[in-house]
């Protein structure tokens, strides 16, 4: 009897239809029997994660309503084992040092498969 791992869940959180798309297209390029989840605001984010646990998620900095650093905290707070990856434009010193303050890492945008080869080394490393 074999008892295959379930498959890694990852959850986008950025209000650019676009980027999560490619962030989609690029991870289940190389994972394909992942799961992903998508959501375009913090909030929706945190309701998401809550509901499916998800292993890792990348979150976007400047989004309407609430800022993804905010929205990331939450979600490590509920689910201290996620692994997170926060992609912005933004590369404030300020973001990159909250980022590493609370256990995540900042990937500079655009988003191109460079950046997210980096995410997916920090997920799986």
Not at 27 to 50: D, F, Q, R, T
Not at 67 to 74: K, N, Y
């Amino acid at each position: 009897m074999t008892s295959e791992l379930p498959p890694k869940k990852l959850l986008i959180v950025d209000d650019s239809k676009v980027s999560r798309m490619i962030i989609r297209a690029r991870v289940l390029a190389i994972y394909p029997h992942w799961e992903i989840l998508e959501a375009s605001n913090g909030p929706e984010g945190i309701a998401s994660a809550k509901e499916h646990l998800p292993n890792f998620c990348t979150m976007d900095i400047n989004m309407p309503g609430m800022l993804g650093t905010e929205a990331a905290e939450i979600i490590l707070q509920e689910i201290p084992q996620v692994r997170v990856v926060i992609f912005s434009a933004n590369i404030q010193e300020s973001f990159q040092d909250r980022a590493s303050a609370m256990g995540a890492i900042f990937v500079a945008k655009p988003i191109t498969e460079k950046s997210i080869a980096e995410a997916l080394n920090y997920f799986m490393g």
